[in-house]
């Protein structure tokens, strides 16, 4: 088990950009595989991105294509999502997720609690 912490998050004008950090506790981050995920209200929670164990491989929602990057430092236990050309809706309650295998049907078992990102128009 993992314990995953969102930060970053906040209120930011359509264009522009936001980067939302989740740190990990433990010493074997590099073994999950992570993503990211997101819940607008009165919406299902949907993937965003995903990052393989190394990096290498990257997973992305057809709606963020080219404008987010998921990246991962594992030195520092940190998975990355770099948000830019920000649109209102982008705006939701983003959430990292830690799992054996990267991608959007993969089954991601840990949970962080999520931050608010708000994108005025």
């Known amino acids: 088990q993992v314990q995953l912490v969102e930060s970053g998050g906040g209120l930011v004008q359509a264009g522009g950009s936001l980067r939302l950090s989740c740190a990990a506790s433990g010493r074997t981050f590099s073994t999950y595989a992570m993503g990211w995920f997101r819940q607008a209200p009165g919406k299902e929670r949907e993937f965003v991105a995903g990052?393989?164990?190394?990096?290498?491989?990257?997973y992305y929602a057809d709606s963020v294509k080219g404008r987010f990057t998921i990246s991962r430092n594992n030195a520092k236990n940190t998975v990355y999502l770099q948000m830019n050309s920000l649109k209102p809706e982008d705006t939701a309650v983003y959430y990292c997720a830690a799992g054996g295998v990267a991608g959007p049907k993969a089954d991601y078992g840990d949970w962080g609690q999520g931050t608010q990102v708000t994108v005025s128009s």
């Open positions: 990052i393989s164990r190394s990096g290498v491989s990257t």
